[in-house]
């Protein structure tokens, strides 16, 4: 089963916890800003496997993950639901769940 797809989470996206923090991915890259802070741009891919070897489990096969790859190294988000106006990611280093809406 096939969770995300780059066309289904291009867009900007607004944290539900911190209203300042953004996300906006295109189908190249991911910029990250928070209000009054300079935008940060990562490269980014989505793929069934992560990259934290201590995440995954075989016997899960629907699994996506959305890859970001920065200066100090790759960043794994299990992709745990995207729809018209929301994105949920879990981060693979600390189990922290994200979500976003989407904004209009």
Do not use: H
Request: net charge negative; aromatic share 12%.
């Amino acid at each position: 089963m096939q969770v995300a797809s780059t066309q289904a989470i291009m867009g900007v996206w607004v944290s539900v916890d911190d209203n300042k923090y953004r996300l906006m991915i295109d189908k190249n890259q991911i910029k990250e800003s928070y209000e009054g802070e300079p935008d940060e741009v990562y490269k980014y891919e989505i793929t069934d496997r992560s990259c934290d070897s201590t995440y995954y489990s075989a016997a899960k096969t629907d699994l996506e993950f959305l890859r970001k790859y920065t200066e100090d190294g790759e960043y794994c988000y299990e992709i745990t639901g995207v729809g018209p106006g929301t994105l949920a990611i879990r981060y693979t280093g600390n189990g922290k769940a994200l979500v976003f809406k989407r904004r209009s």
